[in-house]
């Protein structure tokens, strides 16, 4: 003990007072007290530093196994030596320790932070010390000690960055991070100064860290650090062995971000991390980036996503297959949503991982959600995959995202159907279902094996527990590159315990390698009835898809004899045959055909009188004969053909059996027509007083054949046609022949209120009244039928329904055209078949192979429309936009106020000057020069009501070339309808010669009772010329 004493005097006198001996060893034998609290903190000291070991120099199972070992018995043998510790003796080891920590340690700590910040506040304190310091170093003939070592990357002790450095690690121990921080910017500064590199990136990370800590105690904390991170990041990135600590400082940075809940920068610490370091712990990064968009107040969704995308495809590149398969699974449940490329792209990876680890049944489930259509690249490497996955995966029916097969549009063909319009089939004989396919890639695909599958259902068109055996094939087939076709499908009902059968799914093969099967189920209409439908969606049931299965079934079988090719003009007769191929017998049998330009029963008639709408006519049936078992009826149709291209013609016959049960039989066939002879017809005014209209007719042959023009039948209310021209005529390929008519008013008593019921209709729609169809649908059109020729036999205007219908298409163009601002059905029953100035032209010819044509040439507008002055009247007051309005709704207002302004613009709101001024001049001859030459002026009221007129004589402004007028210049007067009024006028002839005449003014107003219902005034010139000659 002596001896010891003696140590310690020794001790103090070299290390201070502060010295002590502990009394150790007391014990006479162990303690297991404290043989347990020894052996626990020496065995956790052990296991830290054999963890150290192993991060830094990874070991072999059995070498771990062996360190393991020995760390057990090093444990054992410290016990061993700490068996003579008494629990007294460990109660002064920790006394000894917390009186060193608390007299020694700290005081020491805070003397020294005291001494550190008295001694650098006095360098750095002052305007004069900072001048001076910085003269030393900018003027100073040699640099400094500390420049010189620093040099050399070292800094003296005692130098002043070395100082305020040790400074803030003191603070930093003390937890004084304000003061801490502080210094760290100071020596950041000066190590800036001195462009040592690694000091100034260490100050400032360690800047970044106390102040991030400082937050942690303060709410008051400004986040002003993300550009020194990155500058510190950048500094460290500079040097040669930066990476690692722009590593640990990121890392660093990030986790003390996460103390103060600042997710975002924590996110962008990670991310910048990531750069720093190889793949398996870049990916670690940025998972845990992609985890700290999630943890912001407004998680950022996409920012994570992207983050996780960036990890899995690290995770990929080293071999971690598991990790990114989950990375890549979490991407495709948030692209799923966006419906974004990125989704694909996930799934394509999981299906390759996958595929890699050979779970073939799953990389075949991932596949398949991307044959949704892309580029054609990207389908063509789909495709590909797949081919790859399916020969190994088990053999499974799977479903497409997209449908080959459109539910929507197919449905079930069938020559008969229930009087509710499901199709009714027969056991054991075909019936036809009508498909309809569309590719949604962009490359090739084929189909093969295609089946069609049925299931029991009941009336309703749900599904019922009886069984069936149905099945319906389809030739293999190959559709283009997003190509849509409509294709028709076989089916037999083998046996069937149902009445009813409905399509359930169709079944294929896709690139002869993947077999789908899709569902074929549907909606019907959208109800709407009641409040509760509107409010929800609900369906009725779809019996698009649905047959019904009969024993007794009666059947008709329809045989038409239609040709491939036929002429436009042409009129085609088909003959149909009709069999009762049943045992049961037939009645009540009604047949309609479609177009309504094609009619089994065209009666003749002398007269061709047209209805003013005769669409509601084309809906009724033809009635036919009763039918017996086994019995036949033959029935004849004329077919107009009235434009080129492919024509489909439908026959709709309608039976009944001796249950009164109502079945309906369907057909279509179609031919093409090729256009042989055209017409285009001219108007103008003949060159007489009398206002007469003169119509030019160029026919053209368009065939390659040669074609004979037999004759020109002129159809219209109003005009007849007047000519010397002769005919037939031969045109070869190409020939055009041109004819020259006359037309000649003629009013028929029948047709003069045809513009008075169409303004009539138009008053009771534009004021709100109800439709009356008593009005109009009773009315008959009476026409002139002129000939210039030969006309067929049977002729075309021989036969109204037929020409009714013909005509009826080409007026429904021409209302489209003219009339699409107001209603269909307005202009429907607003305007009659055929107007009151129209003329129609059917010209008759035929080939060399006796083949007859009749083409239809329909619309001519000739003349002023013919009507009343009252007409005009109500016109007027029709087209007038600020007129009463009497509708409830303001919409309905803006519309009818639409309709009114678009009217004035049409053939019936747009009348143009009824008037024109003709001469008829010959060669005049004179005895002298000048001399004043008298002329009449013929005024021609083109207009079927008389007009009051007034003409004006306008001087021509240059006298060369022009007869001056002389006298009264000023005319006035009436002309009657449809005639002309002379008017004595002079002229100066001042020499021999041809001389044009002055314009004229012409005024025309339109009285209705002393009313002045329209004026117009044109200014227009005089299209004749005056030869004047002397006499000899």
Known sequence: MSRSMALLEEVRKTYGLDCAIVHVNSAQEPDPLVHAIYTCKMHASMSRMHADDQRSSPMTSSAAKAADDSTTIAASQEALKGARLSMLDVQRIQAYVREMITKS???????????????????????????????RKWFSSRPSSDQVLSDHGIYPTTSLPFQTRRLADMAMHIRDYRLAAQMYEAARRDFQA??????????????CLAQLLHATTTPAYHNSLTQLFLHVCDEYVSIRVGEFFALRGAVLYGTMQELVSDYEHMAMAYMRAAEFTDEIVRALLLEHASLAYLRMSRPHMRRSAAALLLAAAQYESCGQNE????????????????????????LFKMAHLVHSSGRMDDALAYLLPLLHGSLPELDAVLLHALETVTKYAHDTRVTLPVPLFQPGASYILQSTASDNGIPCVREKEPFHVQLTLRNPLGVEVALTNVALHFVSAHKNGHASSAQVNALGRLDDLTLGPHERRSVVAAAYVHDAKAEYVRLSHVTYTLAGMLHVQQDMSKHGKRLNSTLEQRRTRMYAPDLSLLARVRQDMPHVDMHVDVPTHAYVGELVHIRMRLVNTSVSNISSLTIKSIPAHMQCSCLTASELELPWNPSSSFTHAAPLPALQGGQEHEITFVYHVLSPGEQVLTWVLCYENAAHEHFEARMEQSLIAHVAMQAVARVRLTARREPLYGLAIDTKNCSSDTLTCDGITFVSPLWKAHTEASLPATLTAGDVLTTFVRLQPTLLPQNADIVTHMLNELHRYLSGKAYDSSLTTSMQIATHVSQLGHAHDPALTSMPSLYSASRYIQRQTELDRLYNFMPKRLAQRAFPLIGP???????????????????????????????TAQDMASLKTLLDLHGPSHAMYEETAREQAMIRGRLRHTPLGSVGMPLSVYANLDSVMLDQVPAAQSITLFIRNEAPWPLSFSLTLVQPTSQAGFAPWLGKLSHSGTVGAWTSCPIDVCVLVTEPGTFQLGNVQCQATLYDKEQAIKSWNVISAMDVLLVARLQV
């Open 194 to 207: 001195d462009q040592a590199t690694l000091h100034s990136a260490c100050a400032g990370e360690m800047y």
């Open 323 to 346: 990790l990114a398969l989950r990375c890549y699974m979490r991407t495709a449940d948030f692209y799923k949503a966006c419906n974004t490329p990125l989704h694909d792209h996930s």
């Open 105 to 135: 340690l700290v005081p020491y700590l805070e003397r020294t932070v005291q001494q550190l910040g008295e001694h650098i506040a006095s360098q750095r304190r002052g305007l004069t010390g900072r001048l001076l310091g910085a003269g």
């Open 837 to 867: 100035n129209d003329v129609d032209l059917v010209l008759h010819w035929h080939d060399a192979n006796h083949r007859r044509g009749q083409t239809l040439l329909c619309g001519v507008k000739v003349g002023i429309q013919h009507c």
